[in-house]
């Protein structure tokens, strides 16, 4: 069984603040996505990122796949309190992305 | 109107009931998924189906099982709930891609005493 462990499992912070959360594995895979869930909804995909060291942003977000396809993190710039939720990432180990391995979730909250 | 719909949202029952939760999605969408959370756990899949004839066991299947009665429609029963069972359900859709994204309903809370 692929694991995926996310670190940490809690962070609270103040707004202004910057943050990363990390994604780690022993194994590779093809993608790997980052999903925020809010209270009684599903989660909602942020961003895939496909080739080893490729970097997206996404405005105040920026995730990084890392160089052995193993691990991810995600750095939040001045964080807002509208950031407060679960971020989750996702790898796929056989491509087309139908078959994830979710990781075990970062529960963020930022205050004011 | 929302593209992945779950009923019902929430759930109380007891052990040894049989229980359907149903899900529903207008995407067009072939794949469908259910998934559970718990908490430290993340999401967990259950099974899943690429189209309507086809049904494959996740990685947690044991006590359930599913039913995909049109491309709009896939539905997940517990046949003897136990309270281990207990947890939030997410049914998900996509559509094969190089970055295929997953699109999920609200969930459904199942508690089972």
């Known amino acids: 069984t692929q694991l995926l462990e996310q670190s940490p499992q809690f962070l609270s912070i103040q707004e202004g603040e910057n943050l990363t959360v990390y994604c780690n594995s022993s194994s590779v895979f093809s993608s790997l996505q980052w999903y925020r869930q809010e209270p009684g909804e599903g989660p909602v995909l942020l961003v895939t990122v496909v080739t080893g060291g490729e970097v997206k942003k996404l405005k105040r977000l920026t995730f990084q796949f890392g160089d052995a396809r193993k691990d991810s993190s995600l750095h939040i710039t001045a964080a807002q309190p509208g950031d407060t939720g679960l971020y989750l990432c996702?790898?796929?180990?056989?491509?087309?992305?139908?078959?994830?391995?979710f990781g075990t979730g970062t529960q963020l909250k930022v205050e004011l | 109107d929302a593209d992945v719909t779950q009923t019902p949202r929430n759930r109380i029952t007891k052990t040894g009931k049989r229980i359907m939760l149903e899900c529903s999605q207008t995407k067009g969408h072939d794949r469908m998924y259910w998934y559970r959370q718990d908490p430290g756990l993340g999401l967990r899949l259950i099974y899943y189906?690429?189209?309507?004839?086809?049904?494959n066991k996740g990685e947690i299947s044991d006590g359930y099982s599913v039913s995909r009665q049109a491309q709009a429609k896939f539905s997940l029963s517990l046949e003897s709930a136990i309270p281990n069972q207990t947890a939030l359900y997410f049914c998900?859709?996509?559509?094969?891609?190089?970055?295929?994204?997953?699109?999920f309903g609200p969930g459904t809370r199942l508690l089972v005493l």
């Open positions: 998900a859709t996509s559509e094969p891609g190089l970055e295929e994204t997953q699109y």
């Open positions: 189906s690429f189209d309507v004839k086809d049904i």
């Open positions: 996702a790898g796929d180990s056989r491509g087309g992305g139908n078959k994830l391995t």
